[in-house]
């Protein structure tokens, strides 16, 4: 089992900047992958950004240039660095990690991302 739990999130103006922290904890030696989704209220839970054990990325067109997704392997934390944060990015912000040999999706519990004057 992996545990995921996300912190970082609050209420931002347009412009303005945030950073988003995952912390794992369990058997995450067979973690492939972890990322970031989003969820904003009437709409699908939808990937923002990716990064592989080695340190291959992925990001959403509509993040790209704005975002970015490290990780910091000594600490098991993956994080999410928002930029020229916009009110269309306002949703619960969910780590998520892959274990392909199992076949396992993690989540975290969530964490809410506010774009507002």
């Known amino acids: 089992q992996v545990q995921l739990v996300e912190s970082g999130g609050g209420l931002v103006q347009p412009g303005g900047s945030l950073r988003l922290s995952c912390a794992a904890s369990?058997?995450?030696?067979?973690?492939?992958?972890m990322g970031w989704y989003r969820q904003a209220p009437g709409k699908q839970r939808e990937l923002v950004a990716a990064i592989t054990n080695s340190g291959i990325t992925n990001y959403a067109d509509s993040v790209k240039g704005r975002f970015t997704i490290s990780r910091d392997n000594a600490k098991n934390t993956v994080y999410l660095q928002m930029n020229s944060l916009k009110p269309e990015d306002t949703a619960v912000y969910y780590c998520?990690?892959?274990?392909?040999?199992?076949?396992?999706?993690?989540w975290g519990k969530g964490t809410l991302v506010t774009v507002s004057s």
């Open positions: 369990g058997i995450i030696f067979s973690i492939n992958a």
């Open positions: 998520n990690a892959v274990d392909l040999g199992q076949g396992m999706y993690y």
